[in-house]
């Protein structure tokens, strides 16, 4: 047997769900092939990179942009107009397909499930096709040519519940959870790691992603990071995430300098060790993408919320929010009241590490694997 799967390069989750999947084939079916592909960037280099700067450039300069585009393409991108694209694409893939001859193809983006629905439409090619959805709401993109879609993957109940009153068929819907590394079932010795983070034993630690892969809301990321560092109290350490992001690393570094916090807060730019960080912390601030959502849900952590991308982020801080396992720091409330509140109330941080472990769907991408191959015929 042969797997494809196919993801594209806006935002880092997509990638992340394909390639854990993909690596779970490897490690688990050493029988069946798996090859995995960059769609957009496999179709034109060029186009890749156009999109790729442009979907930066409009969601940390113009979000409000990025958010009416988002509603549009839920409301209005109709299956004709949206099979017209696939057509313009289709040729590539259906190039690709016949040279790599997959049985299954796996999609992480709508792209993909769009352009391999039309091809199967069209009686070019013929494979079982399942789409990865990424976040924790629906996106009528993913449904477009939905009849030519095997499987469908999501995140929870609700989302399977709305897709199927879209009169998308029942059966071929799975809420299985967004895939996740296996690193996040591992165990590990908390004691260990906080040692050699050279963090203090006794003390609670909150893990704050500041960078973001795009660097959204710079200034109101730094202000929220002063803002807990003056709300620590003498049970909470912080370790600062910047990621990739060196130009929030260095404003990191050098607010901790300022406000005299090398004892309270150590900060880091990217880092391969989150499934060891988030095992030994107690909460997690960060933008509310399907990745790190999903990761800290996963680690039974309670979630505070900041600076969302306009549409996919803010419906999946929604959610989070509903099911009691997340605060979102809005921008019209007084953060620091918020921030405040949360530190100083140890009990409700505990009711919410209860309801993020019931959440968590922490086997999703064997449930997943298990779905697609056990039922091949």
């Known amino acids: 047997m042969k797997v494809l799967l196919f993801y594209a390069s806006y935002g880092g989750g997509h990638y992340s769900a394909a390639s854990s999947i993909m690596q779970y084939i490897k490690k688990t079916y050493p029988d069946i092939e798996v090859e995995i592909c960059d769609l957009i960037k496999y179709i034109s280099k060029g186009i890749d990179k156009i999109t790729t700067d442009a979907y930066k450039r409009v969601t940390r300069d113009t979000p409000k942009l990025w958010e009416k585009f988002y509603e549009v393409a839920d409301e209005n991108f109709h299956l004709d107009s949206a099979y017209n694209f696939s057509k313009f694409y289709y040729m590539p893939i259906l190039h690709l397909l016949k040279k790599s001859k997959p049985d299954i193809v796996i999609s992480s983006h709508p792209v993909g499930s769009q352009i391999v629905s039309y091809i199967k439409k069209k009686g070019k090619y013929d494979c079982k096709l399942a789409s990865v959805m990424t976040d924790f709401a629906s996106h009528n993109q993913w449904l477009i040519g939905h009849d030519h879609i095997d499987y469908i993957f999501v995140s929870n109940e609700s989302m399977r519940e709305d897709i199927i009153s879209k009169g998308v068929d029942p059966d071929k819907i799975y809420a299985t959870g967004i895939p996740l590394s296996n690193r996040f079932l ?192």
């Open 186 to 377: 591992q165990h590990f010795d908390r004691e260990e790691i906080k040692k050699s983070f050279d963090l203090d034993p006794d003390k609670h630690t909150i893990l704050f992603f500041g960078g973001g892969e795009f660097g959204l809301g710079k200034d109101k990321t730094l202000l929220l990071l002063e803002q807990f560092i003056n709300s620590l109290n003498g049970t909470y350490q912080m370790i600062a995430i910047a990621g990739k992001n060196r130009k929030m690393e260095k404003s990191f570094r050098e607010l901790v300098r300022k406000l005299d916090a090398s004892d309270k807060v150590q900060v880091y730019g990217f880092t391969n060790e989150v499934p060891e960080l988030m095992s030994i912390s107690a909460l997690v601030v960060t933008k509310p993408g399907g990745l790190t959502t999903t990761e800290s849900l996963a680690s039974g952590l309670p979630m505070l919320i900041i600076n969302p991308i306009p549409g996919q982020e803010v419906q999946n801080a929604l959610f989070l929010e509903e099911q009691g396992v997340a605060v979102w720091i809005k921008n019209d409330v007084d953060s620091e009241i918020v921030i405040k509140s949360i530190l100083n109330n140890p009990e409700e941080i505990k009711h919410m590490k209860i309801r993020a472990k019931l959440l968590a769907k922490k086997n999703s991408t064997k449930d997943i694997c298990e779905i697609l191959f056990n039922n091949y015929k």
